[in-house]
């Protein structure tokens, strides 16, 4: 990783917050690109808020957070990316925006620079075939949260070298994630399984099943997983799930992975989850999880 100096973020919700912490928490110079001011303060004060609560909890050695967010600089200005190394986009899942993103990138960052997406239904190849350097597109998609989680599907498209993945591999090693390698198909491996099981968890809901908080213990309890389903998707937000399940069920047309009304529902009340402070649960503050 000694060549990777410095890397870009591109988005600062949720997931692109929780990738510039661990960008940054490796050493690295971690520039975070949005169009928002009002979102890159937001990214920087949660990110802050999570490092500090880790010297508090013993992660990390007292004054580490102030040294790994001075590593950190937000931007409003794509132009300030021009000395990447590698770049993350952590954008909406719309192939046109990513194609828009990665175009203008192109003709901004250097030539040896990697460009890597965070996406979790889209093709690769496709995503690549709008960049302007197909060969140096890798997918890379952490897991929310994704200051927490180590793993990371790394997906090669068509055209992506040996050598760009290669190098996005060990990159993604150094920043202490575990990688694993997935095929160029829609979900990848993790939300191949997790798109359709929400939506199913979400109609259950919507049916009166069960609530939300009963839902959540019993799987925690007899799966033994850290979080409820329901949990889960208040993190990712249903604005994002609605995204997630368009794109998947747009390109695999499984009827499980069609959006829940629900979904569209909670988006027109406003309650899109940990975000907004409602959603399948009510929260008091809207720090990242772990703060």
Request: with cysteine; glycine share 10%.
């Given at each position: ?103 203008r990138l192109d003709k901004i960052c250097p030539a040896h620079t ?112 850290p979080l409820g389903p329901l949990e889960l998707l208040d993190m ?45 649960h009510v929260y008091e503050s809207n720090k990242i999880f772990g703060?």
């Amino acid at each position: 990783m000694s060549e990777i100096k410095t890397v870009g973020i591109v988005g600062s919700g949720t997931m692109g917050t929780g990738i510039a912490i661990v960008v940054a928490r490796a050493g690295l110079k971690t520039i975070v690109l949005d169009s928002r001011q009002e979102a890159l303060d937001n990214a920087r004060k949660q990110a802050a808020a999570f490092l500090a609560k880790s010297v508090a909890r013993g992660k990390l050695e007292a004054g580490q957070d102030e040294a790994i967010m001075a590593q950190w600089k937000g931007t409003t200005q794509a132009e300030d990316l021009a000395e990447c190394d590698v770049v993350i986009e952590a954008v909406f899942e719309d192939l046109k925006v990513k194609h828009d993103l990665f175009s203008r990138l192109d003709k901004i960052c250097p030539a040896h620079t990697i460009f890597a997406s965070n996406t979790s239904t889209i093709s690769i190849t496709e995503i690549a075939g709008g960049s302007g350097r197909g060969d140096r597109v890798v997918g890379m998609h952490f897991c929310l949260p994704a200051q927490l989680m180590k793993l990371v599907e790394m997906s090669p498209g068509m055209t992506t070298s040996e050598d760009t993945f290669n190098k996005a591999w060990a990159f993604c090693e150094a920043l202490g994630q575990k990688p694993v390698r997935t095929r160029d198909t829609p979900g990848f491996i993790l939300n191949y399984f997790l798109i359709p099981w929400h939506n199913d968890v979400i109609n259950m809901v919507d049916q009166g099943v069960a609530e939300p908080a009963d839902i959540d213990v019993a799987v925690k309890t007899a799966l033994g997983y850290p979080l409820g389903p329901l949990e889960l998707l208040d993190m990712v937000g249903m604005d994002t799930q609605k995204l997630l399940s368009d794109a998947m069920h747009g390109l695999t047309h499984e009827p499980r992975a069609a959006c829940p009304p629900l979904v569209k529902r909670m988006i027109g009340a406003g309650k899109l989850g940990r975000k907004t402070g409602a959603g399948f649960h009510v929260y008091e503050s809207n720090k990242i999880f772990g703060a």
